[in-house]
């Protein structure tokens, strides 16, 4: 176990510039000194003893910080890390992105001579290179110190103008930026960085579209970049910047690029993995990589396993899924309802170790080209990765490709081949259930089975500060006490779109979603209606596929039900045909405001009428939960 550090280790690495990306570099090992979070990163000073550098952990450190194995005052050899300036100063900072710890946690700061940051910063030999050190079994012993180091290459520190001089040559315009600056991966940028250039292919490419609002109007596109890595970053591009970039960044091509800005990326919209997005403006440089040395990205996966899909049903986030290949179908040609062209759709049927399945469509290419191979081999049951992928509420769950979606069949990684291992012990010989069965088809949100989560209505109506800072999801089993015949219970929707028309000057209806004026249009509802338990009542809003279940008709039927004049108002009849039935709700519990006061807003995601059996099965786990004794 090591007890010290690197003597001027910190000195040396800033005398050097090019020093964070040698490979030939020896070891480096520093205190961790005064560790802070920032956001959901940790902050610290780089400590040899003598000198002192800010630093900052990259957020793929953060659990390590969390679990204690990096701790305040302990000591970490840098595996890989860059040095970067702080624009606003003329200062620099280590930017870790992977270490190890390798000792424990001392008493105290490590304070072998006082140094100030301008003697650190001053052009000094290298101190690691010329310490006299001994050789013992090959291993090298630093005399001066007695500090061990593993045997390196001989490491020659040269300036960036020396590197500069010998390199430039005749290089090309996008290679001479490289030089100028040192290319930097993506998974090192923040938005607290001065000048940077990354090298990255574009690997997804927007339309350019028109957008207004209330500060007028404009155009914006945006590319999706990859690095070498494997890491990805968003760009956007508004106006002039998007007109000057958008026949320049082609498909599949290299490009160095720099005076970029970044920032935190908006959940709601984002496209990749990365917490950051970047915005080029019309003076951001953009240089294609043509006569440089070509790269094939590295795909970085974060696998989500079957049984959690769920939580990902219809939002905006994509997902990635490994799994094992159960089945797949012939090619079905599908017509799009948006411009009636007809287009391929394959499934396939994938299984994990949760012992589920999931149903994932390939559309157009992914369903003719890589559909096909897995068709020919499906007997094989390969292990099939697949990044990017839409999460649908069809059959409960189901997974769709999209653009930007990457298939790789049998992929070299740890949980392919762990996978593959489980399945040819013991996953052919299990019965697999779909993940689907079991849950809310129509759960928009917090899809989960609906004997999950389950309260009673009490537990709603007695938390007024439920769904404050984000939606919070139940089930509950209840009765359709009151449905008030008054209300508005539907609106006038497009048939297309199903999203609220306006009726038109001279005749038909106008969507403002598809810019088109329709002869018809139909109806669907936005009903609220109370609901009862033993513990409570409260009042729910229920939309179109919800209230067809409730009420067991469309809006369209009900409309004409309201309109009929007779002795019989079979209208209200068909209300009270609704009134104390019993189902299971799924729901959801946010925040609204109105004239200034906030209210508590439930919504219906799902209703599914009552399995006595399950219900049953239900009770008794409970029963059996409360008779263990306590621990």
């Not at 970049?225 to 000057?244: H, P, V, W, Y």
């Not at 970085?300 to 094992?324: R, T």
């Not at 003719?368 to 081999?377: A, N, R, Y």
């Amino acid at each position: 176990m090591q007890t010290s550090v690197t003597p001027d280790a910190i000195s040396t690495v800033l005398s050097n510039p090019s020093f964070d990306s040698s490979s030939d570099r020896p070891e480096i090992v520093v205190q961790v000194v005064d560790l802070k979070p920032i956001g959901n990163r940790y902050t610290f000073s780089a400590n040899d003893g003598k000198t002192k550098v800010k630093a900052m952990f990259t957020a793929s450190l953060t659990p390590e910080i969390i679990s204690g194995k990096i701790q305040n005052l302990g000591l970490i050899r840098l595996i890989d890390f860059t040095v970067n300036d702080i624009s606003s100063k003329s200062t620099k900072y280590f930017l870790v992105n992977k270490c190890e710890a390798v000792g424990s946690v001392l008493d105290s700061e490590i304070n072998l001579e006082s140094k100030s940051e301008e003697e650190a910063s001053e052009p000094k030999k290298q101190k690691l290179e010329h310490s006299p050190v001994t050789p013992v079994n090959d291993v090298k012993t630093d005399v001066s110190t007695g500090i061990t180091l593993k045997p390196k290459q001989e490491f020659l520190a040269k300036s960036a103008s020396q590197i500069m001089s010998e390199q430039r040559g005749n290089a090309a315009p996008a290679a001479r930026m490289a030089m100028t600056r040192r290319v930097h991966p993506l998974v090192s940028l923040n938005p607290y960085q001065g000048n940077w250039t990354i090298k990255v292919r574009v690997t997804n490419k927007g339309v350019m579209r028109n957008y207004k609002n209330a500060r007028g109007e404009g155009c914006v596109f945006n590319v999706e970049l990859t690095d070498e890595e494997g890491t990805q970053i968003q760009a956007t591009m508004f106006n002039d910047a998007a007109r000057k970039f958008y026949e320049r960044f082609q498909l599949g091509k290299v490009y160095y690029i720099s005076r970029g800005s970044l920032k935190l990326a908006n959940k709601q919209f984002k496209t990749v993995q990365n917490d950051y997005e970047m915005t080029l403006n019309e003076n951001s440089e953009v240089e294609e990589a043509s006569s440089e040395e070509m790269f094939i990205p590295e795909t970085k996966f974060n696998f989500v396993p079957i049984e959690e899909l769920g939580l990902y049903v219809n939002q905006k986030e994509l997902i990635d899924l490994i799994g094992v290949v159960q089945s797949v179908s012939p090619t079905m040609s599908i017509r799009r309802r948006t411009d009636n062209e007809m287009i391929p759709k394959r499934d396939i049927t994938l299984a994990d170790e949760s012992k589920k399945t999931v149903v994932v469509s390939l559309w157009n290419d992914l369903a003719t080209g890589i559909g096909q191979e897995l068709l020919d081999m499906a007997d094989k049951s390969p292990v099939v990765a697949i990044k990017s992928l839409k999460v649908g509420d069809f059959q409960g769950v189901s997974l769709s490709t999209i653009s930007r979606s990457n298939v790789v069949i049998n992929p070299e990684s740890p949980e392919a081949k762990k996978l593959k291992s489980w399945f040819d012990s013991e996953g052919k010989e299990i019965s697999m259930s779909s993940i689907g069965s079991g849950m809310s088809p129509s759960a928009k949100n917090g899809s989960r089975s609906m004997y999950t989560d389950r309260v009673l209505l009490s537990h709603i109506t007695s938390n007024p500060s439920l769904g404050e800072e984000k939606p919070v999801f139940f089930s509950t089993r209840a009765y359709i006490s009151f449905i008030k015949p008054d209300q508005t219970m539907w609106y006038q929707a497009c048939k297309t779109c199903n999203k609220k028309v306006t009726e038109a000057l001279d005749s038909g209806y106008w969507c403002e979603g598809c810019q088109k004026k329709y002869d018809e249009c139909s109806l669907r509802y936005i009903m609220a209606v109370k609901v009862t338990d033993s513990s409570g009542e409260t009042w729910i809003s229920s939309f179109n596929d919800e209230a067809e279940k409730i009420l067991g008709c469309s809006a369209d039927e009900l409309n004409k039900l309201r309109s009929e004049e007779g002795e019989v108002n079979e209208y209200q009849t068909k209300l009270k045909e609704a009134t104390w039935s019993s189902h299971v709700f799924r729901v959801s519990v946010t925040q609204n405001e109105y004239n200034g006061e906030k209210r508590q807003r439930v919504t219906v995601k799902g209703v599914a009428p009552l399995d006595f059996a399950a219900e049953t099965r239900l009770l008794l786990q409970d029963i059996s939960n409360k008779n263990k004794p306590s621990q």
